[in-house]
């Protein structure tokens, strides 16, 4: 029998920055029936006590020939922060508060090949985990429970069966900062690899062992994490965004590396407002595969304004996004993982303005998108239809001939050579220069939206580029656009109806392509044999004159191509007739009469083109 009681070490290291010192205080050591005699067994206690009430505990049987061991472990109480002169060149970072209690068995049998070492039963809890960055005034990990449990492990076999993962109440702060780094990628500095073990050129193990070895077979039974808040704050973009999400609940069930396994796996949280997100579904590790519904409800969309803003000339000041389908990302080789969509999205009380002076562009009460598919690798999205219903949309024609939607595109510094050709205006480039710069690809590789259908819609137009300026309020309008691709040549067909100051009938049709890689708008706007004699009372009114009769027929021509606007406006008044004068201290004081007789032609019609 071998006892050691109460034992002392005091122990410095001023090798690590900052140097460290602890003391062990008692020690107590038992060990019984110990002798080198083959298979004979000894029994051992151990217990050690920490300056900060640290504690290590375990029992079991050892023996020397041939080497083996059984017993428990537990450390109690531990405070890594104590410890963190030894990784101070790594971590950057302070552990503030959180204590660990490790318990586990562990059985160990050198004779075998490769030697066995099991652990059974083990447990990890940590509580009251604080992380802060330096110079922070918050942590940027906060969790109050974080427990593993009943985790069996065979590591000779490379086999780890976790029985529960569980953590509740937690918080965590993650930010990118101006140069598109993470915070959290700066406080870990992973060491410099040595030219060999980047090489591979040394002690490098055969092909098919390095392969049976990359990842060892873990099985998670259960993951449940509950009660989260993440915040994500961008500091990387013009204007900084935050994200923040509450409740947040990851469960998984049967989680396993082994080829072929599947596990189920939900996701669930919501926004400051009301807005839920909810995913449910199966995850595979190996490959890469999964497969789950999505379900978005009322999610805000004002907190991802700074994203428009990177790049759209737009401020989205209102609305929620619900999304409604099933999700899927799958890799089954070295390319990039195939990621797919197919389901609906709903935008309601949608509201927009233009970013530069702030005036109303796009609002809507509901936009349904339905039959959407979306893939990356390869990149493409189709649309079945897409209704949207009372919408309010403003349209500029300045003198200029550009226009307020134009604007929402922001401008990209094109690289293609001098500005300047010799003889040429700065605008202009020769196909030379436009061939040496980089052709920039869109993000989608096809596009296609088969229909979009619109409904109670109100169009204010103005066209400042003709004298006097002409102002379109549209009240009423419907109708649809079909046939919408991105490819440059298709062209989509446009059938709108609506009425001018809801008096008047109008129609609008023609074809546009908003989707190739410059826009295309050939519309006609058309007042059709409108009738004037319910402007009576104006008449009276500036004119000085009653109107017996007349017709009015307005086309009005946008054609867009090559970012050049070309506008025709024709007017025609057919047998427009006033009647006897009347007093009017409003009316202009002008032979008006006059005025028409000699604009009429010989049908009685005034032509303004």
Do not use: C
């Not at 991105?486 to 067909?493: G, I």
Request: aromatic share 8%.
């Amino acid at each position: 029998r071998f006892a050691l009681q109460g034992g002392k070490v005091q122990f410095t290291d001023r090798v690590p920055a900052g140097s460290f010192e602890t003391t062990l205080h008692p020690i107590d050591v038992t060990v019984r029936h110990f002798r080198t005699v083959p298979g004979s067994k000894a029994e051992f206690a151990l217990a050690v006590t920490t300056e900060i009430a640290e504690t290590v505990t375990g029992e079991g049987t050892f023996s020397m020939n041939p080497l083996a061991a059984d017993g428990t472990v537990t450390l109690a109480d531990l405070f890594p922060g104590k410890y963190f002169p030894y990784v101070r060149d790594i971590l950057a970072f302070s552990w503030e508060t959180g204590k660990v209690n490790i318990s586990t068995g562990f059985k160990y049998r050198g004779e075998e090949t490769p030697p066995g070492a099991i652990l059974s039963g083990l447990a990890v809890t940590l509580t009251d985990l604080r992380l802060v960055e330096p110079g922070a005034d918050r942590p940027f990990v906060a969790i109050p429970l974080f427990a593993v449990r009943a985790v069996d492990a065979d590591l000779s076999k490379r086999e780890i069966t976790i029985g529960e993962v569980a953590s509740s109440g937690g918080a965590l702060f993650l930010k990118r900062l101006k140069d598109g780094s993470l915070n959290l990628s700066r406080l870990v500095a992973m060491p410099q690899a040595k030219e060999s073990e980047s090489t591979g050129t040394e002690n490098a193990l055969p092909p098919t062992e390095n392969a049976e070895r990359a990842v060892p077979r873990v099985l998670l039974t259960a993951l449940n994490l509950e009660g989260y808040r993440v915040v994500f704050e961008d500091a990387s973009l013009e204007a900084p965004a935050t994200v923040e999400l509450l409740d947040l609940r990851l469960a998984a069930e049967n989680l396993s590396t082994g080829p072929g396994d599947k596990g189920k796996v939900s996701l669930a949280f919501r926004d400051p407002d009301k807005g839920t997100f909810l995913t449910d579904g199966t995850l595979g590790v190996d490959p890469l595969d999964f497969q789950a519904k999505i379900l978005v409800e009322d999610m805000a969309l004002y907190p991802f304004q700074p994203y428009v803003l990177e790049n759209l000339n737009l401020l989205v000041t209102g609305g929620t996004v619900s999304v409604d389908g099933t999700v899927g990302v799958k890799k089954e080789s070295a390319s990039p993982p195939a990621v797919t969509f197919a389901g609906s999205v709903q935008a309601k009380d949608y509201s927009s303005a233009e970013a530069a002076k702030g005036e109303e562009l796009l609002r809507f009460q509901t936009a349904l998108v339905e039959g959407l598919a979306l893939s990356l690798e390869p990149n493409v999205l189709k649309i079945k239809e897409v209704r949207g219903t009372d919408f309010y949309a403003r349209i500029v024609i300045r003198p200029d001939k550009s226009s307020n939607l134009l604007d929402v595109v922001k401008e990209t510094e094109e690289e293609t050579g001098p500005e300047r050709t010799e003889g040429k205006p700065a605008e202009e480039k020769t196909p030379a220069a436009v061939a040496d710069g980089p052709v920039k690809k869109p993000f989608f590789e096809t596009v296609a939206i088969d229909k979009v259908t619109l409904d109670k819609g109100r169009i204010d137009f103005t066209d400042l580029h003709v004298t006097p300026a002409f102002t379109a309020n549209l009240y009423d309008m419907e109708g649809t656009v079909e046939g919408l691709f991105s490819d440059e040549k298709s062209r989509a067909d446009v059938r709108l109806k609506g009425t001018y100051e809801k008096v008047i009938p109008l129609v609008i049709e023609g074809q546009v392509n908003p989707l190739g890689g410059d826009l295309f708008v050939d519309l006609k706007v058309i007042f059709q044999n409108v009738d004037l004699s319910p402007l009576t009372p104006y008449g009276r009114k500036y004119l000085g004159y009653p109107i017996d009769k007349g017709k009015l027929f307005l086309n009005l021509k946008y054609h867009i191509e090559n970012n050049k606007l070309d506008a025709k406006n024709a007017v025609l008044i057919d047998q427009f007739t006033l009647g006897d004068p009347v007093e009017s201290p409003d009316a202009v004081g002008l032979p008006i009469k006059l005025a028409i007789a000699l604009l009429k032609d010989r049908q009685g019609k005034i032509d303004l083109d």
